[in-house]
């Protein structure tokens, strides 16, 4: 139907407007295969239009790093429950001095009644970046190093290399990006506490950039 409606779009306007009932069809009147190669064109772009980009996926950690494991049990009493198994979550840390995995791992539960199975697990803690590898930790050190310590992030992207952490530019591009973003609430209440001060004062003191001779 779309297609059919872009079509009457197209050529039925032009047709009502200026189609004579005396005048010859003109030589340049759209064939039929033109219409149908259009037609497909139009299908394949809504195709397209509608399919979901995937997920490139998560960056595989290097074994050396050391492991901090924290389990999680589903919340509520849990003796009528057996475990069937569990989901782990790797999260990329930074502690000064060294990069570490926290490893979430969560048990899962289901009820012993067979025919009325429910099956509970624990949530994950809220992050940042939603299914993204890197902890707060991470995310702060970043943030700290390139607008405090003026350390640029490919610079920092070294830092991951001397680890062996294969993490592409775009994606630490992306982390500060993201970081920044979580942090737009803090900044427009500061901004607001600021503007709602009765006196404001700026530090407009001068420096001399060339000596006078």
Not at 71 to 84: A, N, Q, V, W
Not at 123 to 137: A, H
Not at 186 to 202: P, R, W
């Amino acid at each position: 139907r779309l297609v059919d409606l872009l079509r009457r779009m197209q050529f039925g306007q032009k047709r009502e407007r200026f189609e004579d009932p005396n005048q010859t069809q003109l030589p340049l009147e759209v064939q039929q295969a033109v219409l149908e190669e259009q037609e497909e064109v139009i299908k394949q772009e809504i195709t397209y239009s509608r399919q979901k980009k995937k997920h490139p996926g998560r960056a595989k950690l290097p074994d050396h790093l050391p492991v901090e494991e924290i389990e999680i049990y589903p919340e509520g009493d849990l003796s009528d429950k057996i475990c069937i198994g569990k989901e782990t979550t790797d999260v990329l840390d930074y502690v000064p001095g060294y990069f570490k995995i926290k490893r979430y791992i969560r048990y899962k539960y289901a009820t012993k009644d067979k025919d009325n199975t429910q099956i509970s697990i624990a949530l994950l803690p809220e992050r940042i970046i939603d299914k993204g590898i890197p902890s707060e930790g991470l995310l702060s050190t970043i943030l700290v190093d390139k607008y405090v310590d003026h350390l640029p992030l490919y610079r920092q992207k070294q830092r991951f290399s001397r680890e062996n952490i294969d993490i592409a530019s775009s994606t630490i591009d992306g982390w500060a990006t993201q970081s920044m973003d979580a942090l737009k609430p803090l900044y427009e209440k500061l901004l607001l506490d600021i503007k709602n001060e009765g006196y404001l004062q700026v530090d407009e003191t001068t420096i001399k950039v060339l000596d006078e001779k």
